[in-house]
C-alpha cells in the first residue's frame, strides 16, 4: 500500500479563494465600467430646434498655407478677426463657430485660431473632420 504521508484522501474543496477573486474581478469591472460610461471631453451638442430661429454659424477654414477664412473672407490678421467674430456676436450672441483645418496644417497655428476665437468672445467653438482614406489602398 502506498503511504499519504499522514494526509488522508481529499473529500472537499475550499471555496473561500475562488469566492475572494471572483469578489475582487466584479469590483474592478464594476470600477472600469463606471470609468468607461463617462465621456472624457465634455461635448455641447446643439439641440433640435421647434422655432424659426436660425443658428449662425461661423466656417472658420485652416489651410496649410495661406490666410484664415472666415465665412469665404480671408482674414489677414488677428485684429481682423477678432472684428468679424465680435460683429457676428453683436447680431447673433448665439452664435457658433467650426473650425475645418487642413490635415497639413500646423497643429499650433489651429490653436491660435482657436484662442484668438476665445479671444473675442466666441466660446462655442467646434472641429470638422474629413473622414481618412481607406486602408485599402496603403501597403
Not at 5 to 33: E, F, H, K, S
Not at 89 to 101: C, D, F, S, Y
Amino acid at each position: 500500500m502506498a503511504e499519504t504521508g499522514g494526509r488522508g484522501p481529499i473529500t472537499g474543496i475550499n471555496v473561500t479563494p475562488l469566492v475572494d477573486i471572483t469578489l475582487v474581478l466584479l469590483i474592478i469591472l464594476m470600477v472600469t465600467a463606471k470609468i468607461v460610461a463617462t465621456p472624457a471631453i465634455p461635448l455641447d451638442l446643439p439641440h433640435a430646434s421647434h422655432t424659426e430661429d436660425i443658428q449662425v454659424v461661423l466656417s472658420v477654414i485652416v489651410p496649410a498655407r495661406g490666410r484664415v477664412l472666415i465665412n469665404g473672407e480671408p482674414v489677414g490678421d488677428d485684429e481682423r478677426l477678432r472684428e468679424l467674430v465680435a460683429a457676428t456676436l453683436e447680431q447673433n450672441p448665439g452664435a457658433r463657430a467650426v473650425i475645418h483645418a487642413e490635415g497639413a496644417a500646423a497643429h499650433e497655428r489651429v490653436l491660435h485660431v482657436l484662442d484668438r476665437l476665445r479671444g473675442a468672445g466666441l466660446d462655442k467653438v467646434a472641429f470638422a473632420a474629413d473622414p481618412l482614406p481607406s486602408a485599402e489602398g496603403t501597403p
